[in-house]
Protein backbone atom coordinates (compact mmCIF):
# COMPACT_ATOMS: atom_id res chain seq x y z
CA UNK A 1 0.00 0.00 0.00
CA UNK A 2 1.56 3.44 -1.17
CA UNK A 3 2.28 6.04 2.10
CA UNK A 4 2.18 9.57 1.89
CA UNK A 5 -0.30 9.51 -1.37
CA UNK A 6 -1.25 13.67 -1.48
CA UNK A 7 -4.56 13.24 -1.63
CA UNK A 8 -4.66 16.26 -4.07
CA UNK A 9 -2.88 14.96 -6.40
CA UNK A 10 -6.09 12.17 -7.07
CA UNK A 11 -9.08 13.17 -9.57
CA UNK A 12 -12.35 11.34 -8.19
CA UNK A 13 -12.02 8.92 -10.34
CA UNK A 14 -7.98 8.04 -9.39
CA UNK A 15 -9.46 8.58 -5.74
CA UNK A 16 -12.23 6.31 -5.98
CA UNK A 17 -9.65 3.45 -7.25
CA UNK A 18 -6.95 4.64 -4.47
CA UNK A 19 -9.81 3.61 -1.42
CA UNK A 20 -10.80 1.00 -3.64
CA UNK A 21 -7.42 -0.70 -3.25
CA UNK A 22 -8.15 -0.21 0.86
CA UNK A 23 -10.93 -2.43 0.25
CA UNK A 24 -13.56 0.68 1.20
CA UNK A 25 -16.77 1.51 -0.39
CA UNK A 26 -16.57 3.91 -3.42
CA UNK A 27 -18.52 6.66 -2.15
CA UNK A 28 -15.87 7.19 0.45
CA UNK A 29 -14.25 9.14 -2.06
CA UNK A 30 -16.99 11.26 -3.17
CA UNK A 31 -16.87 12.58 0.84
CA UNK A 32 -13.60 13.01 0.95
CA UNK A 33 -13.32 14.55 -2.30
CA UNK A 34 -15.82 16.81 -1.24
CA UNK A 35 -14.39 17.66 2.14
CA UNK A 36 -11.20 18.27 0.55
CA UNK A 37 -12.39 20.72 -2.30
CA UNK A 38 -15.85 22.33 -0.78
CA UNK A 39 -14.34 22.16 2.99
CA UNK A 40 -10.84 23.24 2.39
CA UNK A 41 -10.45 20.51 4.82
CA UNK A 42 -6.93 20.46 6.02
CA UNK A 43 -7.13 17.26 7.95
CA UNK A 44 -9.23 13.64 7.85
CA UNK A 45 -10.20 14.63 11.29
CA UNK A 46 -12.38 17.32 9.82
CA UNK A 47 -14.31 14.81 7.71
CA UNK A 48 -16.95 14.29 10.23
CA UNK A 49 -19.33 12.21 8.63
CA UNK A 50 -16.95 9.40 7.83
CA UNK A 51 -16.17 6.64 10.52
CA UNK A 52 -12.89 7.41 13.03
CA UNK A 53 -11.22 3.89 11.83
CA UNK A 54 -11.44 5.00 8.27
CA UNK A 55 -10.26 8.52 9.18
CA UNK A 56 -7.37 6.67 11.03
CA UNK A 57 -6.33 5.07 8.07
CA UNK A 58 -6.31 7.37 6.11
CA UNK A 59 -4.28 9.57 8.21
CA UNK A 60 -1.66 6.70 8.30
CA UNK A 61 -2.28 6.25 4.23
CA UNK A 62 -2.14 9.64 2.85
CA UNK A 63 -2.31 13.44 3.19
CA UNK A 64 -3.51 16.77 1.73
CA UNK A 65 -1.32 19.21 1.15
CA UNK A 66 -1.94 23.16 1.56
CA UNK A 67 0.14 26.06 0.12
CA UNK A 68 0.11 29.22 2.04
CA UNK A 69 1.78 32.55 0.71
CA UNK A 70 4.88 33.26 2.29
CA UNK A 71 4.52 36.99 0.58
CA UNK A 72 1.83 38.56 -1.07
CA UNK A 73 1.93 42.13 -2.85
CA UNK A 74 -1.45 44.81 -3.46
CA UNK A 75 -1.48 46.96 -5.96
CA UNK A 76 -3.54 50.38 -6.09
CA UNK A 77 -5.79 48.44 -9.10
CA UNK A 78 -6.37 45.77 -6.43
CA UNK A 79 -4.00 43.56 -8.40
CA UNK A 80 -2.49 40.91 -5.71
CA UNK A 81 0.90 38.79 -6.48
CA UNK A 82 1.13 35.64 -4.29
CA UNK A 83 4.49 34.17 -4.09
CA UNK A 84 4.36 30.65 -2.98
CA UNK A 85 6.87 28.51 -1.43
CA UNK A 86 7.04 25.10 -2.29
CA UNK A 87 9.00 23.67 0.86
CA UNK A 88 11.82 22.51 -1.19
CA UNK A 89 14.22 25.52 -2.06
CA UNK A 90 11.53 26.42 -4.73
CA UNK A 91 8.72 28.93 -4.90
CA UNK A 92 5.93 30.02 -8.13
CA UNK A 93 3.64 32.90 -8.33
CA UNK A 94 0.21 33.31 -8.83
CA UNK A 95 -1.48 37.00 -9.81
CA UNK A 96 -5.11 37.47 -8.94
CA UNK A 97 -6.63 40.18 -11.06
CA UNK A 98 -9.94 42.01 -10.47
CA UNK A 99 -12.15 43.41 -12.80
CA UNK A 100 -15.03 44.47 -12.53
CA UNK A 101 -15.79 42.79 -9.50
CA UNK A 102 -14.66 39.73 -11.74
CA UNK A 103 -11.84 37.81 -10.10
CA UNK A 104 -9.63 36.04 -12.57
CA UNK A 105 -6.32 34.35 -11.41
CA UNK A 106 -3.76 33.57 -13.54
CA UNK A 107 -1.69 30.52 -11.80
CA UNK A 108 1.69 28.83 -12.92
CA UNK A 109 2.41 25.09 -13.65
CA UNK A 110 5.98 24.71 -13.72
CA UNK A 111 9.37 26.07 -11.58
CA UNK A 112 11.06 28.07 -14.15
CA UNK A 113 10.39 27.28 -17.74
CA UNK A 114 12.27 25.53 -20.68
CA UNK A 115 11.11 27.42 -23.48
CA UNK A 116 13.28 30.15 -23.46
CA UNK A 117 11.56 32.90 -25.04
CA UNK A 118 13.69 35.46 -25.63
CA UNK A 119 11.10 38.84 -23.70
CA UNK A 120 10.20 36.35 -20.92
CA UNK A 121 11.71 37.08 -17.68
CA UNK A 122 10.71 33.24 -16.36
CA UNK A 123 13.00 31.75 -19.07
CA UNK A 124 15.90 33.49 -17.64
CA UNK A 125 15.01 30.64 -14.54
CA UNK A 126 15.26 27.74 -16.48
CA UNK A 127 13.13 24.62 -15.75
CA UNK A 128 13.71 23.68 -12.02
CA UNK A 129 10.87 20.92 -12.52
CA UNK A 130 6.91 21.10 -13.14
CA UNK A 131 5.15 20.97 -10.38
CA UNK A 132 2.38 18.58 -9.22
CA UNK A 133 -1.22 18.48 -9.62
CA UNK A 134 -1.48 19.36 -6.24
CA UNK A 135 0.78 22.14 -6.33
CA UNK A 136 -1.30 23.51 -9.06
CA UNK A 137 -4.92 23.24 -7.67
CA UNK A 138 -3.00 24.70 -3.81
CA UNK A 139 -3.07 27.45 -5.83
CA UNK A 140 -6.12 28.07 -6.51
CA UNK A 141 -7.35 27.43 -2.97
CA UNK A 142 -4.73 29.06 -1.33
CA UNK A 143 -6.01 32.60 -2.93
CA UNK A 144 -10.01 31.63 -2.36
CA UNK A 145 -8.86 31.46 1.47
CA UNK A 146 -6.86 34.90 1.19
CA UNK A 147 -10.06 36.54 -0.95
CA UNK A 148 -12.59 35.00 2.38
CA UNK A 149 -10.08 36.46 4.52
CA UNK A 150 -9.48 39.84 3.11
CA UNK A 151 -12.04 40.49 0.29
CA UNK A 152 -10.99 42.70 -2.51
CA UNK A 153 -11.59 46.28 -1.23
CA UNK A 154 -10.92 47.48 -5.01
CA UNK A 155 -12.67 46.00 -8.32
CA UNK A 156 -11.42 47.52 -11.25
CA UNK A 157 -12.70 48.26 -14.58
CA UNK A 158 -10.62 48.62 -17.72
CA UNK A 159 -8.71 45.63 -19.41
CA UNK A 160 -9.53 42.35 -19.58
CA UNK A 161 -7.37 38.92 -19.19
CA UNK A 162 -9.00 36.02 -21.59
CA UNK A 163 -12.77 36.43 -20.41
CA UNK A 164 -14.98 34.05 -22.44
CA UNK A 165 -17.11 35.53 -25.24
CA UNK A 166 -19.51 33.16 -24.40
CA UNK A 167 -22.89 35.61 -23.69
CA UNK A 168 -24.87 32.63 -22.54
CA UNK A 169 -21.75 31.48 -19.92
CA UNK A 170 -23.25 34.54 -17.56
CA UNK A 171 -26.62 33.90 -15.94
CA UNK A 172 -26.25 37.50 -14.14
CA UNK A 173 -25.83 36.37 -10.80
CA UNK A 174 -24.22 38.15 -8.50
CA UNK A 175 -20.93 37.28 -7.37
CA UNK A 176 -19.34 36.47 -4.16
CA UNK A 177 -15.66 39.56 -3.80
CA UNK A 178 -14.46 35.85 -2.79
CA UNK A 179 -15.33 34.34 -5.86
CA UNK A 180 -12.54 33.14 -8.47
CA UNK A 181 -14.52 33.45 -11.94
CA UNK A 182 -11.92 32.46 -14.29
CA UNK A 183 -8.23 30.59 -14.10
CA UNK A 184 -5.79 31.21 -16.49
CA UNK A 185 -2.83 29.05 -16.86
CA UNK A 186 -0.35 31.92 -17.73
CA UNK A 187 1.94 32.28 -14.91
CA UNK A 188 5.16 30.29 -14.54
CA UNK A 189 6.13 27.61 -17.14
CA UNK A 190 4.76 26.24 -20.38
CA UNK A 191 1.06 24.25 -19.35
CA UNK A 192 1.63 22.02 -21.97
CA UNK A 193 5.22 20.56 -21.22
CA UNK A 194 3.49 19.74 -18.19
CA UNK A 195 0.29 17.92 -19.50
CA UNK A 196 0.57 14.82 -16.89
CA UNK A 197 0.17 17.19 -14.00
CA UNK A 198 -2.18 19.46 -15.78
CA UNK A 199 -5.29 17.34 -17.12
CA UNK A 200 -5.41 16.02 -13.98
CA UNK A 201 -5.39 19.73 -11.79
CA UNK A 202 -8.05 20.84 -14.48
CA UNK A 203 -10.17 17.65 -14.03
CA UNK A 204 -10.54 18.38 -10.84
CA UNK A 205 -11.02 22.55 -11.54
CA UNK A 206 -14.03 21.53 -13.49
CA UNK A 207 -15.50 18.59 -11.78
CA UNK A 208 -18.99 19.37 -10.07
CA UNK A 209 -17.99 17.82 -6.89
CA UNK A 210 -14.61 19.76 -6.97
CA UNK A 211 -13.77 23.14 -7.46
CA UNK A 212 -16.66 23.68 -9.79
CA UNK A 213 -15.41 26.34 -11.98
CA UNK A 214 -17.09 26.12 -15.76
CA UNK A 215 -14.73 25.02 -18.15
CA UNK A 216 -15.35 27.77 -19.88
CA UNK A 217 -13.88 29.68 -17.57
CA UNK A 218 -10.20 27.60 -17.84
CA UNK A 219 -7.70 28.85 -20.05
CA UNK A 220 -4.63 27.50 -21.40
CA UNK A 221 -1.84 29.33 -22.63
CA UNK A 222 0.86 27.58 -24.93
CA UNK A 223 3.99 28.60 -26.85
CA UNK A 224 3.21 26.01 -29.56
CA UNK A 225 3.73 22.94 -28.26
CA UNK A 226 2.33 21.24 -31.36
CA UNK A 227 1.79 17.26 -30.17
CA UNK A 228 0.50 18.39 -27.10
CA UNK A 229 -2.18 20.47 -28.49
CA UNK A 230 -3.80 17.68 -29.89
CA UNK A 231 -3.15 15.66 -26.87
CA UNK A 232 -4.84 18.59 -24.54
CA UNK A 233 -7.84 18.49 -27.22
CA UNK A 234 -8.53 14.89 -26.86
CA UNK A 235 -8.63 14.53 -23.47
CA UNK A 236 -10.12 18.20 -22.09
CA UNK A 237 -12.27 19.61 -25.40
CA UNK A 238 -14.00 22.17 -23.72
CA UNK A 239 -11.30 24.16 -22.52
CA UNK A 240 -10.34 27.66 -23.71
CA UNK A 241 -7.09 27.64 -25.84
CA UNK A 242 -4.62 30.82 -25.82
CA UNK A 243 -1.46 30.73 -27.99
CA UNK A 244 1.62 32.74 -27.61
CA UNK A 245 2.02 34.26 -31.15
CA UNK A 246 4.45 37.26 -30.74
CA UNK A 247 5.50 37.14 -34.51
CA UNK A 248 4.21 36.83 -38.24
CA UNK A 249 7.28 35.80 -40.07
CA UNK A 250 9.04 32.28 -39.43
CA UNK A 251 12.51 34.49 -39.03
CA UNK A 252 11.47 36.54 -36.11
CA UNK A 253 9.65 33.70 -34.51
CA UNK A 254 12.74 31.54 -34.72
CA UNK A 255 14.56 34.09 -32.85
CA UNK A 256 12.47 34.98 -29.92
CA UNK A 257 10.58 31.82 -29.45
CA UNK A 258 12.71 28.77 -29.88
CA UNK A 259 10.17 26.28 -30.07
CA UNK A 260 9.06 27.79 -33.51
CA UNK A 261 11.92 26.10 -35.39
CA UNK A 262 10.28 22.57 -34.33
CA UNK A 263 6.91 23.70 -34.78
CA UNK A 264 6.61 26.52 -37.17
CA UNK A 265 4.16 28.74 -37.87
CA UNK A 266 2.12 26.73 -40.87
CA UNK A 267 2.27 23.75 -38.39
CA UNK A 268 1.41 25.88 -35.41
CA UNK A 269 -1.44 27.29 -36.83
CA UNK A 270 -3.11 24.09 -38.28
CA UNK A 271 -3.04 22.66 -34.73
CA UNK A 272 -5.26 25.77 -34.16
CA UNK A 273 -7.74 25.36 -36.96
CA UNK A 274 -8.14 21.00 -35.49
CA UNK A 275 -8.04 22.49 -31.82
CA UNK A 276 -11.94 21.34 -30.52
CA UNK A 277 -13.77 24.32 -29.49
CA UNK A 278 -17.31 24.03 -28.77
CA UNK A 279 -19.79 26.57 -30.04
CA UNK A 280 -18.89 30.32 -30.77
CA UNK A 281 -15.76 29.98 -28.59
CA UNK A 282 -12.63 30.90 -30.49
CA UNK A 283 -8.52 30.68 -30.03
CA UNK A 284 -7.33 33.42 -28.17
CA UNK A 285 -3.84 34.94 -29.73
CA UNK A 286 -1.53 36.74 -27.70
CA UNK A 287 0.50 38.98 -28.64
CA UNK A 288 3.45 40.63 -27.50
CA UNK A 289 4.62 43.80 -28.46
CA UNK A 290 8.18 44.69 -28.55
CA UNK A 291 8.91 47.93 -29.49
CA UNK A 292 10.06 48.21 -32.85
CA UNK A 293 10.72 44.66 -33.25
CA UNK A 294 6.97 43.37 -34.57
CA UNK A 295 4.39 46.05 -33.63
CA UNK A 296 4.14 47.60 -37.11
CA UNK A 297 1.48 47.61 -39.66
CA UNK A 298 2.90 45.33 -41.95
CA UNK A 299 2.97 43.32 -38.91
CA UNK A 300 -0.81 43.80 -37.91
CA UNK A 301 -1.35 42.95 -41.69
CA UNK A 302 0.59 39.78 -41.80
CA UNK A 303 -0.87 38.69 -38.38
CA UNK A 304 -4.59 39.43 -39.94
CA UNK A 305 -3.95 36.58 -42.64
CA UNK A 306 -2.38 34.13 -40.67
CA UNK A 307 -5.52 33.93 -38.12
CA UNK A 308 -8.15 35.04 -40.70
CA UNK A 309 -9.69 31.22 -40.90
CA UNK A 310 -9.60 30.41 -37.26
CA UNK A 311 -12.00 31.63 -35.12
CA UNK A 312 -10.24 34.08 -33.34
CA UNK A 313 -9.75 36.69 -31.45
CA UNK A 314 -6.43 39.20 -30.36
CA UNK A 315 -4.84 40.11 -26.98
CA UNK A 316 -2.86 42.66 -28.03
CA UNK A 317 0.21 42.88 -24.60
CA UNK A 318 2.52 45.77 -24.81
CA UNK A 319 5.55 44.75 -23.55
CA UNK A 320 6.73 44.95 -19.96
CA UNK A 321 10.31 46.55 -19.78
CA UNK A 322 12.53 44.22 -16.90
CA UNK A 323 16.17 44.11 -16.23
CA UNK A 324 18.38 42.19 -18.09
CA UNK A 325 16.14 42.66 -21.65
CA UNK A 326 16.84 44.63 -23.81
CA UNK A 327 13.68 44.46 -25.47
CA UNK A 328 11.72 47.66 -24.84
CA UNK A 329 8.14 48.78 -24.74
CA UNK A 330 6.12 49.82 -27.81
CA UNK A 331 4.77 53.39 -28.36
CA UNK A 332 0.96 54.42 -27.33
CA UNK A 333 0.92 55.12 -31.26
CA UNK A 334 2.28 52.08 -32.71
CA UNK A 335 -0.18 49.97 -29.80
CA UNK A 336 -3.33 52.11 -31.27
CA UNK A 337 -2.78 51.90 -34.84
CA UNK A 338 -1.74 48.02 -34.71
CA UNK A 339 -5.01 47.95 -32.29
CA UNK A 340 -7.14 50.03 -34.75
CA UNK A 341 -5.92 48.32 -37.86
CA UNK A 342 -7.56 44.64 -36.91
CA UNK A 343 -10.31 46.08 -34.94
CA UNK A 344 -11.30 48.05 -38.48
CA UNK A 345 -11.53 44.57 -40.20
CA UNK A 346 -13.91 43.28 -37.65
CA UNK A 347 -11.44 41.39 -35.49
CA UNK A 348 -12.13 40.92 -31.44
CA UNK A 349 -8.93 42.60 -30.07
CA UNK A 350 -8.39 43.37 -26.41
CA UNK A 351 -5.26 45.60 -25.63
CA UNK A 352 -4.16 44.69 -22.19
CA UNK A 353 -4.18 47.19 -19.84
CA UNK A 354 -0.99 46.99 -17.57
CA UNK A 355 -1.79 46.05 -14.14
CA UNK A 356 0.07 45.97 -10.94
CA UNK A 357 2.64 48.33 -12.59
CA UNK A 358 3.19 49.19 -9.03
CA UNK A 359 4.14 46.03 -7.70
CA UNK A 360 5.61 42.69 -9.22
CA UNK A 361 3.09 41.97 -11.03
CA UNK A 362 4.84 40.85 -14.30
CA UNK A 363 5.68 37.06 -14.17
CA UNK A 364 8.43 35.96 -12.48
CA UNK A 365 8.99 39.68 -10.91
CA UNK A 366 8.18 38.49 -7.38
CA UNK A 367 10.25 35.55 -7.20
CA UNK A 368 13.22 37.64 -9.16
CA UNK A 369 13.32 40.36 -6.48
CA UNK A 370 13.29 38.02 -3.60
CA UNK A 371 15.91 35.81 -4.76
CA UNK A 372 18.04 39.13 -4.89
CA UNK A 373 17.19 40.13 -1.45
CA UNK A 374 17.87 37.04 0.04
CA UNK A 375 21.15 36.48 -2.12
CA UNK A 376 22.31 39.94 -0.04
Given at each position: ??????????????????????????????????????????????????????????????????????????????????????????????????????????????????????????????????????????????????????????????????????????????????????????????????????????????????????????????????????????????????????????????????????????????????????????????????????????DAKRLLKLISDIPNKVNLIPFNEHEGCDFKAPSRAAIDAFHKYLIDRHVTVITRDSRGGDISAACGQLKGKLDKQKAV
Amino acid sequence: MTKNTDLKNLTLPALEQFLQGQGKERFRALQVFKWIYQQDAHSFEEMTNISKALRKELDETAFISNLEPETIEEGSDGTRKYLFSLGDGNAVESVLIPIEGRNTLCISSQVGCAMACEFCLTGTFKLTRNLTTAEIVNQIMAVKRDLIRNPPAIQSGGGQLLESDDDDSDDGSPESPAAIRNIVLMGMGEPLHNLDSVIPAIQIMIDGNGLQLSNRRVTVSTCGLVPEMGRLGREIPNVNLAVSLNATTDELRNRIMPVNRSYPLKALLKACKEFPLPGRRKVTFEYVMLGGVNDSLDDAKRLLKLISDIPNKVNLIPFNEHEGCDFKAPSRAAIDAFHKYLIDRHVTVITRDSRGGDISAACGQLKGKLDKQKAV
